[in-house]
């Protein structure tokens, strides 16, 4: 099985998906505008694709709604976001060090996207979140994964 390495830009956290991927999708909402400086790109997969290989630097922070985000503390890359006591991993594409055998398929949140691009790739997109593609039912009835709260001291 194909492995696909990632990492934040100190590598202070360093992961392991175990492939094939899915499809990413970008997702334009207020929080990824905030987190990403532009909007985001990420992919999902479950935990058991998922192995962090070090997290010494791994920070979680939860939003309003109950959405969990990860990041480096030390360098500041946003790396993941989960819904909380969830399972289930969004990976930020761009945190991946290796090439990714996987595309774009669509645009999430577009409702809430600022003004200052376009989008013109032709690629769908969705005014919310589309829970038909972006979120897997079968990720999610599970307990979060345990290793992330091992983190959390
Ligand atoms: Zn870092
Ligand atoms: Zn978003």
Redesign the pocket.
């Known amino acids: 099985m194909k492995t696909y390495a990632g990492s934040?830009?100190?590598?202070?956290?360093t992961f392991e998906v175990t492939g094939p991927l899915q499809d990413f999708q970008t997702c334009h909402c207020i929080q990824c505008r905030k987190t990403s400086g532009h909007y985001a790109a990420n992919v999902t997969v479950s935990s058991l694709q998922m192995e962090l290989l070090r997290y010494d630097?791994l920070k979680w922070f939860t939003s309003m709604d109950q959405v969990e985000k990860g990041f480096?503390s030390?360098?500041?890359?946003s790396l993941f976001w989960s819904f909380a006591g969830r399972d289930g991993w969004n990976v930020a594409a761009g945190v991946f060090d290796d090439q990714l055998d996987a595309k774009i398929s669509h645009h999430s949140f577009t409702a809430e996207k600022s003004d200052y691009y376009t989008l013109d790739d032709g690629l769908p997109q969705a005014p919310l979140f589309d829970l038909e593609v972006s979120v897997k039912p079968s990720f999610y009835p599970k307990p979060k994964p345990t290793h992330k709260t091992d983190n959390e001291q």
Do not use: A, E, P
Not at 8 to 13: D, F, H, Q, T, Y
Not at 74 to 77: A, F, L, R, Y
């Open positions: 934040c830009l100190c590598k202070g956290v630097s480096c030390d360098c500041g890359s």
